[in-house]
């Protein structure tokens, strides 16, 4: 015949025998205890320590350069007009940036730089990333488009109607 202690040495489910808990609740074990707490502590600090920082970001700088004109030689507003530069940027780690405002290209509301073909924009973002840039004309009503397209840090890209370089 076992006794009840004895059973539970022999079925003390595996987790407890990794703590080195005797099966039944001691709580006056305070060896026992201990070790458990000796344990849990490595595996935070494994937790904490063993794996990259996943929030580090650097800022970037994204210098925009427009062509004079529109793909269908238009200009990009009435009476000659220069256009009003914002830009979108996205990917999986930053989700969707746009600047000055707005969440979508079709939704930002004003521009970095205000009848310009040029504008330099700077944002946080992860380093060494690559970005689906968009590059927008913001307008009264509808927002002109002037590219979209993928770039990555440390390149100079060109999309659509705008050059892209991500520094
Ligand atoms: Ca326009
Ligand atoms: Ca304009």
Known sequence: ????HQ??????????KL??????YQPWDFRNLFRSYVLCLVLLVLIVFG???????DIITVDVAVEQSKYNNE?????NGAPDLAICLSNQRLGTVCIPDGSTPDSIKNPN???SY???FSLSAPPNAEFKVSVVD???MFNDIIGAGWCRQGMTCEIGQAKVAIK
Do not use: Q
């Open 113 to 115: 730089c205000s009848n």
């Open 1 to 4: 015949m076992y006794t009840l």
């Open 7 to 16: 059973i539970n040495l022999k079925y003390r489910p595996p987790l407890a």
């Open 118 to 120: 040029l504008c330099r």
């Open 51 to 57: 794996f990259p920082e996943p929030s580090h970001a």
């Open 19 to 24: 703590l080195g808990n005797k099966g039944i």
């Open 138 to 140: 913001v307008d009264v």
């Open 75 to 79: 200009s990009w507003d009435v009476l």
